[in-house]
């Protein structure tokens, strides 16, 4: 995901993390932090909003990379 939003392939990024939620995988925080990051690039306001919400899910909105990243 880091990759794709990195080298301006945003939608493939968000595209990505989409299905891994699909298949049930887990992001961790560094996921999560790497996907706000994506949404703001792309002005990806629903998605942000989605990925806060799955933050507060998790109980990572007090963590201090997490945090910094919202």
């Given amino acids: 995901i880091a990759a794709y939003s990195q ?3 945003c939608k493939e990024a ?6 891994m939620k699909l298949k049930g995988v887990q992001p961790d925080k560094i996921t999560f932090v790497t ?3 994506t949404c703001a690039t792309v ?3 629903v998605e942000g909003k989605k990925s806060h919400a799955d933050i507060v899910d998790c109980g990572l909105e ?3 990379v997490v945090g910094t990243a919202i």
Wanted: charged share 20%.
């Fill in 7 to 9: 080298n301006g392939h």
């Fill in 43 to 45: 002005a990806a306001l």
């Fill in 14 to 19: 968000l595209e990505l993390f989409r299905q």
């Fill in 35 to 37: 996907i706000l990051d």
């Fill in 62 to 64: 007090t963590d201090v």
